[in-house]
């Protein structure tokens, strides 16, 4: 069984950075797109990036467009996201998500606060 496991988050202060992790464990079929996933107390999950697994297309939300950076290593079947720049409003539990052609894979979120 396919398995998510995120680490990289923690408690950062404004302006500082993070490198979030995911590494899948087991092979995942007709992968198509890696992607980060983020939910603050009372909001709705909201899609942070994405990459697609041939690294040619990226997508950003606008809020962190230009700080943050998806990246992917499918040798190791990892996908990163380097934030930096973080602002309090940065602050929620980030989601890491495998999306192919048969199904989501969701990792079990871990996370992050930008706080003074």
């Known amino acids: 069984q396919v398995q998510l496991v995120e680490s990289g988050g923690g408690l950062v202060q404004p302006g500082g950075s993070l490198r979030l992790s995911c590494a899948a464990s087991?092979?995942?079929?007709?992968?198509?797109?890696l992607g980060w996933y983020r939910q603050a107390p009372g909001k709705q999950r909201e899609l942070v990036a994405r990459i697609s697994i041939g690294g040619v297309v990226t997508n950003y939300a606008d809020s962190v467009r230009g700080r943050f950076t998806i990246s992917r290593d499918n040798g190791k079947n990892t996908v990163y996201l380097q934030m930096s720049s973080l602002k309090p409003e940065d602050t929620a539990v980030y989601y890491c998500n495998f999306k192919s052609s048969y199904r989501d894979y969701w990792g079990q979120g871990t996370q992050v606060t930008v706080s003074s």
């Open positions: 087991g092979s995942i079929f007709s992968l198509n797109f």
